[in-house]
């Protein structure tokens, strides 16, 4: 079995401790017996279904700051600590997603139907995406309560959560679906949006919360991991916006369909900028439809702008400020550039 598979079995094995807790809850509640199947469905239904990258990076951060050689060497208290801390980014992930389904009408999530759409769901999912959400903080009770960092995981939790929810406020106001309005687009608005609706949780969040779990807790440590972390989570966004255009199917698993979707993207963006009159006409008549023609059009005008160079000079440029950041961390309080290394690796010139 590989370091991977490995990490993420063991990680696996912690969410049915976590389920059986969450309904022991319920039961001391009272209530009805099939309400908690309901709630043990949403959770395996939405919770463990994806690639696990955020929950397990709390894991691997946490190993790194305190020098062990692999998570085998942590106790079995302090493994499942720092799981239970990867799994409430994952409950948190599941409430985003489970809602942002609904308000994108999706029809398939990490290869089956969104949760609204499963047979009895409908609009219970609003309040399924609620409780996803609030099994988090029954979390952190449960284990971290007398923990002095306590109040930092609180706090952390739910700024994060409302800064995420301000990047798909921007997101849902900019670039509906069924309205095409691509002077509502621009470089600038696309940054708001990736780095509070996808940096923050993605990167930061697994980050900090190791650290506070490590009793690396000053405040320039916080802000020296932020200054690597939030530019990286905007190259991954930027990254994954060149792949949904660009990238072969084969390779990131899915047909890429911002182009019809009228996304925020920083290929169209990036595009808006170069775009001569003609170009721009052009794109406000075919960006955002649901026509296989217009998008092969607006295809064939990014190819015609050489925007798949324009990115890999953007990708060399933000990786050699992010290395020379890195390069400069200062290591006096305990934290780590090591980390933010780890983190980079797995985002620079992936396919998928």
Request: proline share 2%; aromatic share 12%; glycine share 6%.
């Amino acid at each position: 079995m590989s370091d991977k598979v490995a990490a993420r079995s063991k990680f696996l094995s912690v969410f049915s401790d976590l389920v059986q807790e969450l309904q022991d809850v319920l039961k001391g509640y009272g209530i009805a017996a099939d309400a908690i199947a309901w709630f043990t469905r949403n959770l395996e239904y939405n919770t463990p279904g994806g690639k696990l990258n955020r929950g397990i990076s709390v894991v691997d951060t946490y190993v790194i700051l305190k020098g062990y050689k692999s998570f085998n060497e942590l106790s079995v208290e302090e493994y499942k600590k720092v799981a239970i801390l990867g799994w409430c980014i994952e409950l948190l992930q599941a409430y985003f997603l489970v809602a942002d389904d609904m308000m994108d009408a999706s029809i398939t999530r990490r290869g089956q139907p969104c949760w609204y759409r499963v047979e009895g769901v409908k609009d219970i999912a609003i309040n399924d995406a609620f409780m996803l959400e609030g099994a988090i903080y029954i979390l952190l009770k449960k284990y971290f309560r007398n923990d002095a960092y306590y109040v930092d995981l609180m706090d952390l939790f739910h700024e994060v959560t409302f800064q995420t929810e301000c990047g798909q406020l921007l997101d849902l106001i900019t670039a509906p679906e069924d309205h095409v309005d691509l002077d509502k687009f621009s470089l600038e608005k696309h940054s708001f949006i990736v780095i509070f609706k996808t940096a923050y949780y993605s990167f930061y969040l697994p980050v900090a919360l190791a650290m506070f779990m490590a009793g690396i807790t000053d405040a320039k440590d916080l802000k020296q991991a932020e200054d690597v972390l939030i530019p990286l989570g905007e190259y991954f966004q930027i990254q994954d916006d060149y792949l949904d255009c660009f990238g072969k199917p084969e390779d990131i698993g899915k047909i890429g369909t911002d182009i019809q979707d009228n996304k925020c993207s920083w290929v169209v963006n990036t595009a808006l900028k170069l775009a001569t009159p003609e170009q721009r006409a052009s794109l406000d008549e075919n960006y955002g439809r649901k026509d296989s023609a217009k998008e092969a059009t607006v295809k064939a005008m990014f190819n015609e702008m050489g925007i798949d160079k324009i990115y890999h000079d953007y990708e060399e440029q933000v990786v050699g400020q992010l290395k020379e950041k890195i390069a400069k961390i200062d290591e006096t309080r305990g934290f780590k550039g090591e980390v933010l290394t780890a983190f980079l690796n797995k985002v620079y010139k992936r396919t998928k």
